[in-house]
Nanobody, 128 residues
Framework: QVQLVESGGGLVQAGGSLRLSCTAS????????MGWFRRAPGKEREFVSV????????FYAGSVKGRFTISRDNAKATAYLQMNSLKPEDTAVYYC?????????????????????WGQGTQVTVSS
């Protein structure tokens, strides 16, 4: 069983930056694909980014590509989401998620149903 805890959210002005962290307990994360999702008020949860078990492969939603960077430190059991050039439309609750990938062969996962564990979320608010 993996427990995920996000941190690093907050209020920032448009154009600013935040770095979200997702720390796992109960297990290492080296056998997990790590993903970030977000849910804005009144909207469905949407995919943001995913990273393979070793960090060698990443993918981003078009709305954040070029502005957000996903990374991970397996030794610290932590995944990160560096968010730059933030826009008001980035305002949402951000969730990290983990999916088992024992053989490192299925790293691309972009839908919530493909993930096994979720954090509680952290609020990001971008003011204009």
């Amino acid at each position: 069983q993996v427990q995920l805890v996000e941190s690093g959210g907050g209020l920032v002005q448009a154009g600013g930056s935040l770095r979200l962290s997702c720390t796992a307990s109960g297990s290492t994360i080296s056998s997990y694909v790590m993903g970030w999702f977000r849910r804005a008020p009144g909207k469905e949860r949407e995919f943001v980014s995913v990273i393979s078990w070793n960090g060698g492969s990443t993918f981003y939603a078009g709305s954040v590509k070029g502005r957000f960077t996903i990374s991970r430190d397996n030794a610290k059991a932590t995944a990160y989401l560096q968010m730059n050039s933030l826009k008001p439309e980035d305002t949402a609750v951000y969730y990290c998620a983990a999916a088992v990938d024992l053989y490192g062969t299925r790293w691309y996962r972009a839908t919530p149903g493909e993930y096994d564990y979720w954090g509680q979320g952290t609020q990001v608010t971008v003011s204009s």
